[in-house]
């Protein structure tokens, strides 16, 4: 079910821009800070059809190119697993207090898709 949007999701994204806040499993694969290249599991924090947030150990910059690999939820497709495949950039990066080494990543992607809640 989704909950309400974080108010820094909303900053960066826009006022009018509309998102999900999914527990979703996603895969992270980019180059870090180091320019060695990386894959990292992670959960999806926040997604909207502009761009996501998630956590990440990996040190990455801003600007840095990523790609998502989101697992989806089976009943999508009658409990076939699917995956979103998506790209983006690194749009901006927050520390996280008490998690080691970790950081608040979020990414506006490169192209849209449309995301809607049952619904509408």
Do not use: W
């Amino acid at each position: 079910m989704a909950t309400k949007i974080p108010v820094n999701d909303i900053d960066l994204m826009g006022p009018k821009n509309r998102g999900f806040t999914f527990p979703l499993l996603t895969q992270v694969e980019g180059m870090n800070a180091k320019g060695r290249d990386f894959s990292e599991e992670t959960v999806l924090t926040f997604i909207s059809h502009e761009g996501s947030s998630f956590c990440l150990k990996n040190p990455i910059q801003v600007g840095s190119r990523l790609k998502m690999i989101i697992d989806l939820p089976e009943k999508l497709a009658d409990n076939v697993p699917l995956k979103l495949v998506i790209r983006g950039r690194v749009a901006k990066i927050e520390a996280l207090r008490g998690a080691n080494l970790a950081q608040r990543v979020t990414i506006k992607f490169d192209s849209k898709y449309i995301i809607k809640p049952e619904d509408v």
